[in-house]
């Protein structure tokens, strides 16, 4: 993987954006596409929507990726100074414990813990984050209830491995943003939507989809791998390639249109794997249900360590998601 | 029409007729066309020319609902709506249209196990006496379907505060009517009575459709957990500590402008708010901000404490800032304010 391309990686998940709080995330992304797309907005509920344009007889293809992190966010300050919160999507406790987090407005906390006997009671509700105020006056100078904050951490590379917090699904807007960049010649006229809310619902895209009405969605997402030291049951292995999904519990992707990412796939020496994702779900999942339906799919980036500070995923699997969506847009879709 | 005459009305989730007959009939007498759509929901639409505001408050209160007719005239329940199984032994309730009398029952104290004594009955075990010898006399009086409502007074009590049954969310519904009872000219106002929103916001989606708003508000009674026991972090709200703003709960993010207007108005004017301070539960916003393309959503709540139980208490003074901000709200939308 080039420099570049490791920065790109580096600043996306870096970024801050948990879900509902995705403004700098939003504005990473469209100063790097704005050159390479016709059209950017951004609608109601946040999501930033990229047209970029084909020629007249070709499909609406909407790309999706989410822009939001997982986080938390403050529902109280106590007298003493110190935050309560609640979880924004999945945020284990076990994994919160000990970690660093920041506010959008740059102040830096750690998550701590009430007392406890067992293990066991490690439990959100006991958990605070200290941001070093000394009193509730000081602490509500640089945060107030509703504030939120992601986990603090940085991108590294680990051999052809990247680790970073956000991966999920910062490394999904990386491809989209990259398909943006490297399709010269679309077939179609391409939807990029950033979106907003996932991790708390699929709304983002519910509403994006409403709105263009495409023909064909393919979201791009992480999904898990079975690769770890007795993990989960699972085929999918980091770099073995672009995992195309046949479903997870939001939706069974569509089998033509999933079948037509197989061959295209084979076709271009693009390493791809199957992914069935027992739980968890993606913004394919809204997006296929929109107004009458829509045939959707998911190419999904396999990612160790999901909803941790700490997702990792390969870069040849980044490249060869790059690659298939690439030549999908570029292709008939006449699946 | 005060919020006594609405709290006591009958109004369980799909059997929100008696409210809604209620709402109708006053908003007729406010000289406003209210409109009943097909799931139930009475819309009305007022002002015209600027931004398409869609405030809701929900009819449906939380309740129950019976299944079966047993051999000896007890009847079988099921919940409709989150309620704690801990909070229906002993109750007093209505069924139906006839508002039939009932009572929770369970066996005396002194025929239990020592080991039952310490478990929560779950309300698949429980049943309602209403006094019937046989399944024959008990099917004279009560159908399977029939809706059963809590029998509970309304009452004012302490200096300030209201003691009811659905004031989650016939508050809201108060709220509304004193919205409507000013004139919107710069907006388009849609106060929004909604059903079914205990057992899914399944009202407000199907009104936000038809509606497709600029911007949606949620008027809800909301949790207020202030009691001795119960740690400062996790009140959620205070009673008579203001409206209650939300910041995030399962169902929604609100709006940051919005949200920031709505702290703006309240500080500059003197009007009590509070964090809810929460991220558990979700309300009718949940459904407005995905109508169609999406719109913000906010929501602003009138705390109450007990909620989704027979009893629960709101404050007078909570119940007037929510009036009073939503009012200023509305007339800064008028003023230009955009989310």
Redesign the interface.
């Given at each position: 993987m080039t420099e570049e391309m490791f920065q790109l990686i580096k600043g996306a998940t870096e970024a801050f954006g948990p879900s509902g709080s995705e403004e700098p995330i939003r504005e990473f992304i469209e100063a790097r596409v704005k050159d390479y797309v016709d059209e950017v907005r951004t609608d109601a509920l946040g999501n930033l929507i990229c047209i970029k344009r084909g020629p007249a007889d070709g499909k609406k293809v909407l790309l999706d990726a989410h822009m939001d992190e997982i986080g938390l966010i403050v529902t109280h300050i106590d007298d003493k100074g110190f935050l309560r919160f609640s979880n924004i999507g999945g945020v284990n406790p076990y994994i919160a414990l000990g970690e660093r987090v920041y506010f959008a407005n740059g102040t830096t906390g750690v998550v701590g813990i009430e007392k406890i006997d067992d293990p066991k009671e490690v439990k959100l509700e006991k958990l605070f984050i200290d941001i070093g105020a000394k009193d509730k006056a000081e602490a509500e100078s640089r945060v107030r209830v509703g504030d939120m904050a992601a986990f603090q951490r940085h991108a590294e590379r680990m051999g052809s491995r990247i680790v970073s917090k956000a991966m999920d699904d910062r490394i999904g807007c990386v491809v989209v943003m990259e398909t943006l960049r490297r399709t010269k010649s679309p077939r179609h006229t391409i939807y990029a939507v950033f979106a907003v809310q996932e991790e708390v619902g699929l709304r983002g895209a519910r509403v994006a989809a409403f709105g263009i009405e495409p023909d064909v969605g393919i979201a791009v997402d992480v999904t898990r791998t079975g690769d770890t030291p007795k993990g989960i049951t699972m085929d999918v292995c980091l770099g073995k390639g672009a995992a195309i999904k046949v479903k997870d519990s939001s939706l069974i992707c569509h089998p033509g249109l999933r079948k037509y990412l197989e061959r295209l796939a084979a076709e271009r020496n693009i390493p791809y794997q199957l992914e069935v994702l027992e739980a968890g779900g993606t913004d394919s999942g809204a997006i296929q249900m929109t107004k009458a339906g829509v045939p959707a799919a998911v190419i999904s980036v396999p990612c160790r360590y999901i909803h941790t500070p700490s997702e990792v995923v390969d870069e040849n699997d980044v490249e060869a998601c790059i690659n298939l969506l690439v030549a999908a847009v570029e292709s008939p879709l006449d699946f | 029409m005060d919020l006594r005459e609405l709290a006591s009305l009958p109004g369980v989730s799909g059997h929100e007729g008696k409210v809604r007959e209620a709402l109708v009939s006053r908003l007729r007498e406010m000289g406003y066309e209210p409109r009943t759509d097909v799931l139930g929901n009475v819309i009305v639409r007022t002002g015209g020319g600027g931004p398409k505001v869609m405030v809701d408050a929900h009819m449906d209160e939380v309740g129950l609902v019976v299944t079966a007719i047993e051999k000896n005239g007890f009847v079988k329940f099921q919940k409709v709506g989150g309620i704690d199984d801990r909070v229906l032994l002993s109750k007093r309730v209505f069924i139906g249209e006839q508002r039939v009398p009932g009572v929770i029952g369970v066996k005396a104290i002194h025929m239990q196990e020592p080991k039952e004594r310490e478990q929560i009955i779950p309300w698949h075990a429980l049943t309602i006496d209403i006094g019937a010898k046989s399944k024959e006399e008990a099917e004279k009086k009560v159908k399977v379907g029939d809706y059963i409502v809590f029998d509970t007074e309304y009452e004012e009590i302490g200096d300030d505060l209201i003691k009811s049954k659905a004031l989650d969310d016939r508050v809201g519904c108060a709220v509304l009517l004193e919205l409507l009872k000013e004139k919107w000219e710069k907006i388009e106002l849609y106060c929004v009575f909604a059903v079914q929103e205990e057992v899914g916001t399944r009202g407000a989606r199907v009104a936000a459709y038809q509606i497709a708003p600029?911007m949606g508000i949620a008027v809800e009674g909301t949790i207020c957990s202030d009691l001795p026991g119960c740690e400062?972090?996790?009140w959620v709200t205070k009673l008579g500590g203001g409206a209650a703003l939300s910041?995030?709960d399962r169902?929604s993010?609100p709006s940051?402008r919005m949200?920031e207007e709505l702290l703006r108005l309240a500080r500059e004017n003197g009007i009590p708010v509070q964090?809810r301070?929460?991220?558990?539960g979700g309300n009718d916003a949940a459904a407005i901000?995905?109508a169609?393309?999406?719109?913000?959503v906010a929501s602003v709540s009138v705390p109450c404490r007990y909620i989704h139980s027979p009893v629960s208490l709101a404050s007078k003074k909570d119940i007037q800032s929510v009036v009073k901000l939503l009012i200023l709200f509305l007339k800064s939308v008028e003023g230009g304010f955009r989310p």
């Open positions: - | 600029d400062e972090h996790q910041v995030i169902g993010i940051r949200l964090f301070e929460s991220g558990a901000q995905l169609r393309s999406g719109c913000p």
